[in-house]
């Protein structure tokens, strides 16, 4: 029977990701918008009928891709819309890597970067990132491996999943040009941007020809039971993923939904100072505990438990309701990463956590 399965499957398994876990009141395991759904969400939910159930939706979404395109400056030739990030991320190998090709990709980060590689047969190339350097980019190094290994794609989470860097417009010129000059695709994940206060406008780099900007509407308002992402690239890469997209990819409500979020702009600054508040409440907070937490420029803290195990932990803090983000899955079995929450939520997390780590109060 094993026979029928393809050589690049072998040995390959499922990652494990936050959030579905039961009995769980406070989930500090997914890192979305902590403001909650926009109300727009729930009129345009209303606003479906019976009938609009019975009507495929846009093959191509076409209606939300003119309407990003004029959001962002774009043409609407260079945005293409997925079922959530992630379908869009395992898109792309699908058209640029062959047997035996390689991916660069920081390690740690996102896990399915390197499944969506290796189910096409190529090989993953891992940076490491170094707890030494609070698992920051070093970019010298890093665009010198690019122009050793030549590798087909390079893929950078940006803010990365799970450390919270957030590189700048100079440190991804960098990378961009060294990826140039070997032909190589630089992938940029974009999925948490929206929640940073430190945003800048990526999207006319696309006129290199070899960038592809992947994002998420998901996290940024907080619909995660509603798959939306996009992406911006170049005319002729977005033909090439249009030619292995599968048809009506998104509902009629993905895409009602999407249309109804792509003005909220609003909503995204409350986000953003609800995230930056909280943020800072839990970093002073968590600096008076025995654990390590990490700058972030995202809406999540990675954070180290010192040695203690993180699902020990969570274990302790499910008792109560409460869950982290284990991060074994990242090869960082003593960390954890806190997605912010409205400020009672992180108030009660800090008791939690002060009462396990048997400290004083906080």
């Known amino acids: 029977m094993d026979k029928i399965f393809r050589d690049a499957l072998k040995g390959l398994e499922a990652c494990y990701h936050g959030g579905s876990i039961d009995k769980v009141r406070l989930d500090f395991s997914t ?76 390690s740690p980060t996102y896990g399915e970067y390197s499944r969506a590689v290796l189910m096409m047969g190529g090989n993953i190339s891992y940076y490491p990132l170094l707890r030494e350097d609070d698992f920051r980019l070093q970019i010298d190094s890093f665009t010198e491996t690019i122009d050793e290994i030549m590798p087909k794609l390079v893929f950078l989470c940006n803010p990365n999943n799970p450390t919270g860097e957030y590189l700048d417009r100079s440190a991804v010129l960098d990378i961009l040009e060294a990826c140039r000059k070997r032909d190589t695709i630089l992938v940029i994940d974009e999925a948490y941007v929206d929640l940073s206060p430190k945003k800048w406008y990526s999207d006319d780099l696309i006129q290199n020809g070899n960038l592809i900007i992947v994002r998420s509407l998901t996290k940024s308002f907080s619909c995660a039971g509603i798959r939306i992402g996009y992406l911006v690239s170049d005319k002729k890469i977005i033909s090439a993923l249009k030619a292995v997209k599968i048809p009506w990819n998104v509902t009629i409500l993905g895409q009602k939904v999407a249309l109804a979020l792509i003005d909220e702009l609003e909503y995204l600054k409350k986000g953003v100072e609800l995230v930056e508040r909280e943020k800072a409440y839990l970093l002073h907070a968590l600096g008076k505990l025995p654990v390590y937490a990490i700058q972030s420029d995202a809406n999540f803290i990675l954070v180290d438990l010192k040695g203690r195990s993180a699902a020990s932990i969570n274990e302790k803090l499910l008792e109560r309701g409460i869950y982290l983000r284990d991060c074994a899955s990242f090869h960082l079995p003593d960390f954890v990463r806190i997605g912010i929450r409205k400020h009672e939520d992180n108030v009660e997390l800090v008791e939690a956590l002060t009462e396990i780590l048997g400290v004083e109060e906080v």
Do not use: W
Request: glycine share 6%; net charge negative; charged share 15%.
């Open 31 to 106: 890192s979305l918008n902590p403001l909650g759904p926009p109300p727009s969400i729930a009129e345009t939910v209303r606003s479906l009928s019976i009938s609009d159930l019975s009507l495929y939706p846009e093959s191509d979404s076409r209606s939300v891709c003119y309407s990003i395109a004029n959001s962002q400056k774009l043409a609407p030739d260079e945005v293409l819309l997925g079922n959530g990030a992630s379908e869009l991320l395992f898109m792309i190998p699908l058209i640029a890597i062959e047997k035996g090709d390689i991916a660069l990709i920081p």
